[in-house]
């Protein structure tokens, strides 16, 4: 049956000793809490949902070198305001069923070294999405030389955030059939702030055959800049915000 465990400390990924409930497996939550730094680097890891961080003391860390990484349902990375980061080279990452958050309320860093990066989902809801509902820190995704396929689910960045959301994309390839929305204000808060989502596309292939929304509502600030890449792109629209 599927199960809830927690690593606390650093070590690999598949030590026993170092999960409460055992390794996680397809189907079960795991969640790196604490200052703690897992490895994984050469497996194929496959889980249910990974939270990276589970209050704001922690500092948590998630590396891996090689493999596949694959998540049935949603990975956040930053999760209830904590500091947390998502480091992977050379791993084909695979999202299924709903999405991955980078930054929930504090600090969190999602980066990618070569590999893939694929996106099978479905909802307007679902995809890679940056400070979800986060009221301060830095969300930043970094991804270089690595192949983005989008077949479905946006990109969101700055989802009802007030914090500053950072896209960069360096070499690699995007292969796009899903919104791209800079300044997704989808929650209104009464304090005061702008969030800032910035998109940076260089030395790359990017193909986008839907929109680009710049900012999609609320008063979050959106740039878009794009250096040395074919862009074969959708329509560029401009809803909302400033």
Known sequence: AAKSTEFTGTGAWNTTARWNNGVPVSGDTATVSGTATVTADGL????????LGKSASDNTVYRQKGGTLTSEYLTEVGLSGSTAKMELENVDVTLNAYRLV?????????AM???TLTQNLTANNCGLLTGVWAKNGTAEIVLSNVVWNITGGAVKLGYGSIATNRLEVVGGRIDS??????????????????????MTIRDSVWTNTMAILMPNGGNNAARLLVSNTVFNAGTIVRPGGQ
């Open 44 to 51: 194929d890891v496959i889980y249910n949902t990974l939270n």
């Open 102 to 110: 980078v930054g929930r309320g504090k600090n969190a860093r999602f």
């Open 113 to 115: 070294q070569g590999g």
């Open 177 to 198: 059939r899903a919104q791209f929305m800079l300044g997704s204000n989808a929650k209104n808060y009464q304090d005061p702030g702008i969030g800032w989502n910035e």
